[in-house]
């Protein structure tokens, strides 16, 4: 439907404005309508067409809307069609003459013809006018149980229409049960595909207020269903197989055999032209095996030749789609692919989004057997013509300097870099250089000797020269001339327009000074002197600093400014592995092209049938747990992955089913108060052993009262917080809380291998957190990422904390998220949260 | 699921423009072409295929220079995404015959009717040429086809897209001839693209073949075909890939060794495993049958030889050869050799062979590239150019680093390199008095062939 979008472009001579053509048209349409002339036909066509063309280049012609419905009064099929159209388009907007539609709409639905009675009723349907509604019922109805497929077809997906248009005439006509007998007994394969789409997105949108639409979802998702749909999915069009396959990934097989058989059975799917079904297909294998870890890796080897041959044989916007997941293979799994490295290399004709995939590829896969041919075909591209490739090209033979042992001979290439001559080879290498050498110190004699030759008069780009700068400053003691080239940047001090190019030479004369006395002082003077008229205020602030404290004590000014340092082991990684494995999750979406999970870029009502439990969805739950499994998952929006569930779900159910789950006030005051005498107690001898972050935040806040002298005050209180030892939440409103709210704590911790080994075992904890009122709502995950979910409230009033517990046995870190409806008291949970897992398994 | 679906010119004018949602704001066409066209400042990147604009997911393909666009609001499989725009282009072109903005806009009311079934409320219903012709009543407003190229087999190649649509021939599933009567055929073409790095010297760094058997059938009443491939053939390369050194004594058996392949929706592979046949009945309008690729050694068709030298301070010489490597039988046609030069090159002399005919060069001063190109190239022959260059400044030294690599673009008709053959082509035809006209055809395209200098 073309929207009208009048009034936003300006009139070209080609497209004309408006106005007088709608006139004209109008009167021209008013002459046809009644006649019955030979060849009226034909000229209510071209009238026809041209009213079409004028709503597809945005010309308003609603004004034609009667004389539109006089006109296709007409037998004429065509005519019809483009009549119809046309109603679709403008109906929402003028919903009085709408109806005016209703009746020739109506009629045409019973026709003979089922190709009318389809176009007719789909129509019907896209009028979207909501007081039209009583006439949709009625015709969708039969047009469900029409002999023809086509018809069936149409007013399957106009049941759909109708939800949108209104949920409660649909699902009072009983329209979704319907749709379900109708994906399961129908004998087009088409009618079934559709009967499934439209019953997910009901059943999906249904389930925040209906825990009978949950459970229907949960149903599509069950055995019987699901092998329903595999065991034709050839009898399916190639777009529905992707759906079926959709559905199919979501299956949590009950035992290894039943995983083979689904993965048997789909395995000439892996040979299909058609890539979102390859995708599709390996999204399944991936999912079904991903607790199988030698399987999983020969789903890997076997998904590699389809997938590279997809990226071969499509478009370039196909190869890119199907590029972004090898991507992401190739992240989670490098070893595998670093023998096919060769088909990550560039071709000269390619696209750069296609491009720079493939160098983020190849930088993945480098490794010790690799990367003398990786590096020599990175070194080709950075001679390229293609300035942002060849950039691109010089940043991943870093990267994978970076992340090699043996740099040896890429530390030559990239020093090769340097004495290339041209400006954007030479700044990107200048960066690269500073960080391998925080990384690998001992290069430094090499790589100095080249730096020292590079004029910083040649380097322009801030990065760059700021790279320069900081390398002049650290090793100024093995380069002759530091302290005069830093001189004369001093001197050009006003020329130098980025402040991280004035910070950086700060520094840098501080060290060198530190270094070389005599040689630097003047530089150290004037720049101290420049500095501190600057107007840029870090800068001004920097300089001060330097100023006093080198008044204060030289000594103690160059342990500040230049202490020893260490070199850097790992440099910091920007996507959390929580990240990653969420869009892993998302395997085959838009997640993996983006690089983000799909909260981050898509509003909740559009995440998906089975997208939306996104926080508590994605935890895979072991193979003991899925007996503890309720089978009965009334609970609202939990998704197949349900987790390890505690007792207290089963009280919390029967709350929170009649909404009460927040003011369950029936506790008597003498048990409540006696609690919190415990409580208090608990955090009176818990604080000692917090965690040291924990009191460095307190000193941090600290910093409020007056600090006189040595005689510092006492760090606050902790507020006392009192905790509802029998608080009850059900797993929904989790979920619905844990989306709205925002974070208000999240802290990481590395953890003794003795924590890490306790923390593992999740009985114990969940029952000394439960000690302390803090319930655990779900739990689960595989070695080495466990994850576990707690709530509490508060004693006396409604007011909700959730926290989301992460641990990773293999690096020893855990990561507390905590939110709260009460902001102001989100800091004293923290607290009390911490502390009560260090006493964890410290008797 | 789809929100929007729309086709803009060049320009950006919407030439097609359909909601199936209407969950995506008005002026989605502008947002859209907006970022495409500014994606970034310098113009030096294009928009990537996918992207998100508050919230909006933009999904593009381009066909013929016309963007094919879809939008939703949904986490969807980018893929999916896609290959539905790329077949809707497909199913267009069946019946339009010829796909460009000319007669998208003269047919925009038929492609409304085939949108109209191609998705309802933003879920496939089908891509199907042949279902989809029950649902279509507005005859299609042909191209004048005497302003069309000449239907010499390069012409296939005529767009420079990735995929090549491989116009069988132009015309449309639908219309009638204008005779009355629509001739029995049936195309499959045999396309292969081929990529090769030469080292600078003359060693081969990578090399691949990217091939599709497409057909394009105009056969009535459905009938069965039968399509066989080498007997040698064989799939899959054992694990890894082994490039350059160590090929297995394969080259020499002359077995055809593909390292995959994927096939049509319609192809059954039943007696494929045993005498290399496919069978199939074939659906309406042009369908990739099977798509392969292979990374076997083979012969490459042309061996470029690219030397640089200075010669005094301000000057140097370029000499360019072309080796073609194949049998006098064969000819290669729209043959284009470029080459990018310092960029401190001010002025180019070029010097042909002697008796050089159908050869053009130039120098491109914006981009500082010399190209190269040559109407035909028999097999066997060598063409040579010198190209004498005038610097601006002293070069530092280095000149073969600021130049290169050579680059080659080239269609060779009824050549394949891969020697996969379609050995029969069978029809299981119910008595009919006129055999039905059958068209095999080999074409052999560069997509990325380069020599480093």
Same mark, same amino acid.
């Given at each position: 439907?073309? +929207?009208? $979008?009048?009034?936003?472009?300006?009139?070209?001579?080609?497209?004309?404005?408006?106005?007088?053509?709608?006139?004209?048209?109008?009167?021209?349409?008013?002459?046809?309508?009644?006649?019955?002339?030979?060849?009226?036909?034909?000229?209510?066509?071209?009238?026809?067409?041209?009213?079409?063309?004028?709503?597809?280049?945005?010309?308003?012609?609603? +004004?034609?809307?009667?004389?539109?419905?006089?006109?296709?009064?007409?037998?004429?099929?065509?005519?019809?069609?483009?009549?119809?159209?046309?109603?679709?388009?403008?109906?929402?907007?003028?919903?009085?003459?709408?109806?005016?539609?209703?009746?020739?709409?109506?009629?045409?639905?019973?026709?003979?013809?089922?190709?009318?009675?389809?176009?007719?009723?789909?129509?019907?349907?896209?009028?979207?006018?909501?007081?039209?509604?009583?006439?949709?019922?009625?015709?969708?109805?039969?047009?469900?149980?029409?002999?023809?497929?086509?018809?069936?077809?149409?007013?399957?997906?106009?049941?759909?229409?109708?939800?949108?248009?209104?949920?409660?005439?649909?699902?009072?006509?009983?329209?979704?049960?319907?749709?379900?007998?109708?994906?399961?007994?129908?004998?087009?394969?088409?009618?079934?595909?559709?009967?499934?789409?439209?019953? $997910?997105?009901?059943?999906?949108?249904?389930?925040?207020?209906?825990?009978?639409?949950?459970?229907?979802?949960?149903?599509?998702?069950?055995?019987?269903?699901?092998?329903?749909?595999?065991?034709?999915?050839?009898?399916?069009?190639?777009?529905?197989?992707?759906?079926?396959?959709?559905?199919?990934?979501?299956?949590?097989?009950?035992?290894?055999?039943?995983?083979?058989?689904?993965?048997?059975?789909?395995?000439?799917?892996?040979?299909?032209?058609?890539?979102?079904?390859?995708?599709?297909?390996?999204?399944?294998?991936?999912?079904?095996?991903?607790?199988?870890?030698?399987?999983?890796?020969?789903?890997?080897?076997?998904?590699?030749?389809?997938?590279?041959?997809?990226?071969?044989?499509?478009?370039?916007? $196909?190869?890119?789609?199907?590029?972004?997941?090898?991507?992401?293979?190739?992240?989670?799994? +490098?070893?595998?692919?670093?023998?096919?490295?060769?088909?990550?290399?560039c071709?000269y004709?390619e696209p750069s989004y296609v491009k720079k995939l493939k160098l983020e590829?190849l930088t993945?896969?480098?490794?010790?057997?690799?990367?003398?041919?990786i590096v020599t075909e990175l070194c080709e591209y950075a001679a390229n013509v293609d300035i942002p490739i060849a950039r691109e090209s010089i940043r991943a033979v870093g990267k994978i300097a970076l992340q090699q042992?043996?740099v040896?001979a890429i530390v030559d290439r990239l020093l090769q870099f340097l004495e290339m001559e041209k400006d954007y080879v030479t700044a990107e290498a200048l960066v690269l250089v500073k960080d391998l050498l925080r990384k690998y110190p001992q290069w430094s004699q090499d790589c100095i000797a080249v730096v020292g030759n590079i004029s910083s008069k040649n380097v322009q780009e801030p990065k760059a020269k700021a790279a320069l700068i900081w390398m002049l400053g650290e090793y100024s003691q093995d380069m002759q001339d530091a302290p005069y080239a830093l001189e004369s940047l001093v001197e050009n001090w006003d020329e130098e327009h980025s402040p991280e190019v004035r910070l950086h030479l700060l520094t840098a004369v501080m060290k060198c000074f530190f270094k070389k006395? +005599?040689e630097t002082q003047k530089a150290l003077g004037a720049a101290l002197a420049a500095g501190l008229a600057d107007y840029h205020q870090d800068v001004h602030d920097r300089a001060l600093f330097y100023y006093?404290?080198?008044?204060?004590?030289?000594?103690?000014?160059?342990?500040?400014v230049n202490?020893?340092k260490?070199a850097v082991?790992?440099f910091a990684?920007t $996507?959390?592995?929580?990240?990653?494995?969420?869009?892993?999750?998302?395997?085959?979406?838009?997640?993996?092209?983006?690089?983000?999970?799909?909260?981050?870029?898509?509003?909740?009502?559009?995440?998906?049938?089975?997208?939306?439990?996104?926080?508590?969805?994605?935890?895979?739950?072991?193979?003991?747990?899925?007996?503890?499994?309720?089978?009965?998952?009334?609970?609202?929006?939990?998704?197949?992955?349900?987790?390890?569930?505690?007792?207290?779900?089963?009280?919390?159910?029967?709350?929170?089913?009649?909404?009460?789950?927040?003011?369950?006030?029936?506790?008597?005051?003498?048990?409540?108060?006696?609690?919190?005498?415990?409580?208090?107690?608990?955090?009176?001898?818990?604080?000692?052993?917090?965690?040291?972050?924990?009191?460095?935040?307190?000193?941090?806040?600290?910093?409020?009262?007056?600090?006189?002298?040595?005689?510092?005050?006492?760090?606050?209180?902790?507020?006392?917080?009192?905790?509802?030892?029998?608080?009850?939440?059900?797993?929904?409103?989790?979920?619905?809380?844990?989306?709205?709210?925002?974070?208000?704590?999240?802290?990481?911790?590395?953890?003794?291998?003795?924590?890490?080994?306790?923390?593992?075992?999740?009985?114990?904890?969940?029952?000394?957190?439960?000690?302390?009122?803090?319930?655990?709502?779900?739990?689960?995950?595989?070695?080495?990422?466990?994850?576990?979910?707690?709530?509490?409230?508060?004693?006396?009033?409604?007011?909700?904390?959730?926290?989301?517990?992460?641990?990773?046995?293999?690096?020893?870190?855990?990561?507390?998220?905590?939110?709260?409806?009460?902001?102001?008291?989100?800091?004293?949970?923290?607290?009390?949260?911490?502390?009560?897992?260090?006493?964890?398994?410290?008797? | 699921?789809?929100?929007?679906?729309?086709?803009?010119?060049?320009?950006?004018?919407?030439?097609?423009?359909?909601?199936?949602?209407?969950?995506?704001?008005?002026?989605?066409?502008?947002?859209?072409?907006?970022k495409?066209k500014f994606w970034k400042e310098d113009g030096q990147e294009e928009a990537p295929?996918?992207?998100?604009?508050?919230?909006?997911?933009?999904?593009?393909?381009?066909?013929?220079?016309?963007?094919?666009?879809?939008?939703?609001?949904?986490?969807?499989?980018?893929?999916?995404?896609?290959?539905?725009?790329?077949?809707?282009?497909?199913?267009?072109?069946?019946?339009?015959?010829?796909?460009?903005?000319?007669?998208?806009?003269?047919?925009?009311?038929?492609?409304?009717?085939?949108?109209?079934?191609?998705?309802?409320?933003?879920?496939?219903?089908?891509?199907?040429?042949?279902?989809?012709?029950?649902?279509?009543?507005?005859?299609?407003?042909?191209?004048?086809?005497?302003?069309?190229?000449?239907?010499?087999?390069?012409?296939?190649?005529?767009?420079?897209?990735?995929?090549?649509?491989?116009?069988?021939?132009?015309?449309?599933?639908?219309?009638?001839?204008?005779?009355?009567?629509?001739?029995?055929?049936?195309?499959?073409?045999?396309?292969?693209?081929?990529?090769?790095?030469?080292?600078?010297?003359?060693?081969?760094?990578?090399?691949?073949?990217?091939?599709?058997?497409?057909?394009?059938?105009?056969?009535?009443?459905?009938?069965?075909?039968?399509?066989?491939?080498?007997?040698?053939?064989?799939?899959?390369?054992?694990?890894?890939?082994?490039?350059?050194?160590?090929?297995?004594?394969?080259?020499?058996?002359?077995?055809?060794?593909?390292?995959?392949?994927?096939?049509?929706?319609?192809?059954?592979?039943?007696?494929?495993?045993?005498?290399?046949?496919?069978?199939?009945?074939?659906?309406?309008?042009?369908?990739?049958?099977?798509?392969?690729?292979?990374?076997?050694?083979?012969?490459?068709?042309?061996?470029?030889?690219?030397?640089i030298?200075e010669?005094?301070s301000l000057?140097a010489?370029?000499?360019?050869?072309?080796?073609?490597?194949?049998?006098?039988?064969?000819?290669?046609?729209?043959?284009?050799?470029?080459m990018p030069l310092p960029k401190y090159t001010t002025r180019v002399?070029?010097?042909?062979?002697?008796?050089?005919?159908?050869?053009?060069?130039?120098f491109k001063e914006a981009n500082r590239k010399l190209?190269?190109?040559?109407?035909?190239?028999?097999?066997?022959?060598?063409?040579?150019?010198?190209?004498?260059l005038t610097f601006s400044q002293e070069s530092h030294g280095n000149i073969t680093k600021e130049s290169g690599p050579?680059?080659?673009?080239?269609?060779?008709?009824?050549?394949?390199?891969?020697?996969?053959?379609?050995?029969?082509?069978?029809?299981?035809?119910?008595?009919?008095?006129?055999?039905?006209?059958?068209?095999?055809?080999?074409?052999?395209?560069?997509?990325?062939?380069?020599?480093r200098i």
């Amino acid at each position: 439907m073309a +929207p009208p $979008q009048q009034s936003q472009r300006s009139p070209s001579p080609s497209q004309p404005s408006g106005k007088g053509e709608v006139s004209d048209l109008k009167s021209q349409l008013r002459q046809l309508a009644g006649s019955r002339a030979p060849g009226v036909d034909d000229s209510k066509r071209e009238l026809f067409k041209k009213v079409i063309s004028y709503m597809t280049i945005g010309i308003d012609v609603s +004004p034609l809307f009667g004389e539109m419905v006089m006109c296709s009064a007409a037998s004429d099929i065509v005519l019809k069609k483009m009549c119809y159209l046309y109603v679709g388009n403008y109906a929402k907007v003028n919903p009085d003459l709408a109806l005016l539609t209703i009746n020739f709409l109506q009629r045409d639905c019973k026709d003979e013809d089922p190709m009318i009675r389809g176009l007719a009723l789909r129509s019907l349907c896209s009028l979207r006018v909501a007081n039209l509604v009583e006439y949709l019922v009625g015709p969708l109805g039969s047009g469900l149980k029409d002999s023809n497929s086509y018809v069936r077809m149409v007013a399957v997906i106009g049941v759909l229409k109708l939800y949108h248009i209104s949920a409660s005439t649909c699902v009072d006509a009983e329209f979704p049960s319907t749709l379900k007998h109708l994906m399961l007994n129908d004998p087009d394969a088409l009618v079934v595909a559709n009967c499934l789409s439209a019953l $997910q997105e009901i059943w999906t949108l249904e389930a925040s207020t209906a825990e009978e639409a949950a459970r229907e979802r949960e149903a599509l998702l069950s055995k019987p269903v699901v092998y329903y749909f595999l065991n034709r999915i050839k009898e399916f069009s190639e777009w529905a197989q992707c759906l079926v396959l959709e559905l199919a990934a979501k299956y949590v097989p009950s035992d290894s055999n039943e995983i083979f058989d689904i993965m048997n059975l789909l395995e000439d799917r892996l040979q299909h032209a058609n890539g979102a079904v390859v995708l599709a297909t390996t999204k399944v294998f991936l999912q079904l095996t991903l607790s199988m870890a030698d399987v999983h890796q020969q789903v890997y080897e076997r998904i590699k030749a389809p997938l590279l041959t997809l990226v071969s044989s499509g478009s370039p916007e $196909q190869s890119y789609a199907v590029l972004s997941h090898l991507h992401l293979l190739v992240m989670r799994a +490098p070893y595998i692919f670093s023998g096919d490295y060769k088909h990550f290399y560039c071709q000269y004709n390619e696209p750069s989004y296609v491009k720079k995939l493939k160098l983020e590829m190849l930088t993945a896969v480098a490794n010790e057997s690799n990367t003398y041919e990786i590096v020599t075909e990175l070194c080709e591209y950075a001679a390229n013509v293609d300035i942002p490739i060849a950039r691109e090209s010089i940043r991943a033979v870093g990267k994978i300097a970076l992340q090699q042992y043996d740099v040896n001979a890429i530390v030559d290439r990239l020093l090769q870099f340097l004495e290339m001559e041209k400006d954007y080879v030479t700044a990107e290498a200048l960066v690269l250089v500073k960080d391998l050498l925080r990384k690998y110190p001992q290069w430094s004699q090499d790589c100095i000797a080249v730096v020292g030759n590079i004029s910083s008069k040649n380097v322009q780009e801030p990065k760059a020269k700021a790279a320069l700068i900081w390398m002049l400053g650290e090793y100024s003691q093995d380069m002759q001339d530091a302290p005069y080239a830093l001189e004369s940047l001093v001197e050009n001090w006003d020329e130098e327009h980025s402040p991280e190019v004035r910070l950086h030479l700060l520094t840098a004369v501080m060290k060198c000074f530190f270094k070389k006395p +005599p040689e630097t002082q003047k530089a150290l003077g004037a720049a101290l002197a420049a500095g501190l008229a600057d107007y840029h205020q870090d800068v001004h602030d920097r300089a001060l600093f330097y100023y006093r404290l080198l008044q204060y004590n030289v000594s103690v000014a160059e342990r500040v400014v230049n202490p020893p340092k260490q070199a850097v082991s790992v440099f910091a990684d920007t $996507q959390s592995s929580e990240v990653k494995d969420r869009i892993f999750d998302e395997f085959n979406s838009l997640s993996v092209v983006y690089q983000k999970p799909s909260y981050m870029f898509t509003d909740k009502e559009h995440r998906g049938p089975f997208e939306f439990s996104d926080e508590l969805g994605n935890l895979s739950i072991g193979a003991e747990s899925a007996d503890t499994v309720v089978p009965a998952q009334s609970v609202e929006a939990n998704d197949k992955d349900l987790l390890l569930s505690t007792t207290e779900k089963e009280d919390g159910r029967d709350l929170g089913s009649n909404g009460s789950a927040y003011s369950a006030p029936s506790y008597s005051s003498a048990a409540t108060s006696q609690s919190h005498e415990e409580l208090a107690l608990t955090n009176a001898s818990v604080l000692g052993q917090a965690p040291a972050s924990s009191f460095a935040i307190d000193d941090l806040l600290g910093l409020d009262f007056p600090v006189g002298g040595t005689a510092a005050a006492p760090p606050p209180p902790p507020p006392s917080l009192r905790l509802n030892p029998k608080a009850v939440l059900d797993p929904g409103t989790f979920q619905q809380k844990w989306r709205q709210l925002p974070i208000s704590s999240s802290q990481e911790y590395s953890m003794s291998p003795q924590g890490v080994a306790l923390l593992t075992s999740p009985n114990a904890l969940l029952k000394h957190m439960k000690d302390i009122s803090i319930h655990c709502i779900a739990s689960g995950g595989q070695s080495p990422n466990f994850k576990y979910f707690f709530f509490a409230q508060k004693a006396e009033e409604t007011s909700t904390f959730l926290v989301e517990y992460i641990i990773n046995t293999s690096s020893a870190k855990s990561q507390i998220k905590i939110k709260a409806d009460d902001q102001s008291s989100s800091e004293a949970f923290s607290t009390l949260f911490q502390s009560a897992l260090s006493k964890f398994g410290s008797p | 699921m789809i929100s929007q679906f729309f086709v803009l010119s060049q320009r950006g004018d919407s030439i097609v423009f359909r909601d199936y949602r209407g969950d995506v704001q008005n002026g989605s066409t502008e947002i859209f072409f907006r970022k495409v066209k500014f994606w970034k400042e310098d113009g030096q990147e294009e928009a990537p295929p996918v992207f998100n604009v508050d919230g909006v997911n933009y999904f593009h393909v381009k066909v013929v220079g016309l963007l094919f666009v879809a939008t939703t609001r949904v986490n969807l499989s980018p893929s999916f995404a896609l290959e539905l725009l790329q077949r809707i282009a497909r199913v267009i072109k069946d019946y339009l015959g010829v796909l460009n903005e000319d007669t998208l806009r003269k047919n925009f009311v038929l492609v409304y009717e085939l949108l109209d079934e191609v998705i309802d409320f933003g879920y496939v219903q089908t891509t199907s040429t042949e279902v989809l012709k029950s649902y279509v009543f507005n005859e299609p407003i042909v191209a004048d086809t005497s302003r069309l190229p000449p239907l010499e087999p390069s012409a296939i190649f005529a767009q420079r897209a990735k995929r090549m649509p491989g116009i069988a021939v132009t015309k449309s599933v639908i219309a009638t001839e204008p005779g009355g009567k629509n001739r029995e055929e049936i195309f499959v073409d045999v396309i292969e693209k081929i990529s090769i790095t030469f080292s600078s010297s003359g060693y081969i760094l990578t090399s691949e073949i990217d091939g599709t058997i497409q057909m394009k059938s105009y056969l009535t009443g459905n009938p069965e075909i039968r399509l066989a491939l080498n007997d040698d053939l064989a799939i899959g390369r054992g694990q890894g890939p082994i490039y350059g050194a160590g090929y297995r004594s394969s080259s020499g058996s002359g077995a055809v060794i593909l390292d995959d392949c994927n096939f049509h929706e319609s192809v059954r592979l039943d007696s494929f495993d045993v005498d290399r046949t496919l069978s199939l009945i074939p659906p309406d309008g042009e369908f990739p049958v099977m798509n392969y690729r292979m990374t076997q050694e083979f012969r490459p068709p042309f061996r470029i030889n690219a030397l640089i030298e200075e010669a005094g301070s301000l000057k140097a010489e370029v000499i360019l050869k072309i080796c073609a490597e194949f049998g006098s039988s064969v000819t290669a046609n729209t043959v284009k050799v470029q080459m990018p030069l310092p960029k401190y090159t001010t002025r180019v002399n070029f010097e042909l062979n002697p008796g050089a005919v159908g050869e053009t060069t130039d120098f491109k001063e914006a981009n500082r590239k010399l190209e190269w190109s040559l109407k035909k190239i028999v097999g066997g022959s060598e063409h040579t150019l010198r190209a004498k260059l005038t610097f601006s400044q002293e070069s530092h030294g280095n000149i073969t680093k600021e130049s290169g690599p050579v680059s080659m673009t080239f269609t060779i008709p009824m050549y394949n390199v891969s020697r996969l053959q379609v050995k029969y082509l069978q029809i299981a035809k119910k008595s009919r008095a006129s055999e039905p006209y059958r068209w095999v055809r080999y074409v052999t395209q560069a997509n990325s062939y380069v020599a480093r200098i």
